[in-house]
């Protein structure tokens, strides 16, 4: 049975999905979406004030909730590695489900479920059996909790100009080093919209706005004349 058959469609997307991940990771363009887990409930308006969102819950009902999704979250693996470890196996947990089930579903009934059917089955087996292969994972991989940061660290650092030009408007990619050693791969505008860096230039970060990254030129004498 071939994967490319259309009963076995979401399946042949997951396996493209656990492709595009791998490309992700090898070229580091994953590191460009990392995403800032910071919720901010207090909201200003254009007049300076602020407004407060405050809302009543039973704590009986907050215990409960909490227990549950914990529950549901260790069932199901999430959090036990880090996220993209844990949807890889998932995809590939998925995906092997999906075409061996269709496969003996043909053979028994003599044609595969609808890939819609199939896929919704796949996705609920393939959750709870994936929280089970994770677990032994989690025990085995580097704990790095420690050296994790938040990436608004990364402001007074220096960051390497990877590829292209950056300009006012038209970012390019910069590697900067963190306190523990550890390579982070940001968006790098100048700071200054009249300056442009150019590939291998090295540069001063200095303030974040979302995802970007504003940097500028400066002598650092560690860096020794060019």
């Known amino acids: 049975m071939s994967l490319l058959e259309p009963h076995n469609l979401p399946f042949a997307v997951a396996i493209g999905l656990l492709l595009f991940i791998a490309i992700m990771q090898v070229t580091g ?11 901010d409930l207090d909201f200003a308006p ?18 409960s909730a909490s227990g549950f999704m914990d529950g549901l979250l260790s069932l199901i693996g ?16 998925f995906a092997g489900i999906g075409v061996s089930g269709q496969a003996l ?12 059917a ?3 089955l796949a996705g609920i087996a393939a959750l709870p059996i994936n929280g089970v292969l994770v677990r032994p994972l989690s025990a085995i991989l580097p704990k790095d909790e420690s050296s994790a940061i938040h990436t608004s660290n ?19 990619r910069g590697k900067v080093v963190d306190q523990f050693g ?12 009249e300056l442009a860096f150019s590939e291998g230039e090295t540069v001063l970060i200095v303030r974040r706005q979302a995802q970007t990254f504003y940097a500028i030129r400066y002598e650092n004498p560690l860096l020794g004349p060019e």
Do not use: C, N, Y
């Open 182 to 193: 550890q390579p982070h791969f940001v968006m790098v505008e100048p700071h200054d919209p």
């Open 118 to 120: 199939a896929g919704g």
């Open 78 to 93: 999430l959090g036990k590695v880090p996220f993209l470890i844990w949807l890889a196996t998932l995809l590939v947990v």
């Open 46 to 63: 254009d007049g300076g004030g602020s407004f407060d969102i405050d809302a009543e819950l039973d704590p009986s009902d907050a215990v």
């Open 105 to 116: 579903v043909q053979s028994l009934l003599g044609a595969p479920f609808d890939a819609l």
């Open 154 to 172: 990364l402001i007074r650092r220096d960051a390497v100009i990877q590829t292209g030009t950056a300009r006012a408007g038209s970012p390019a």
């Open 29 to 39: 363009i994953g590191d460009l979406f990392e995403a800032d887990a910071d919720v």
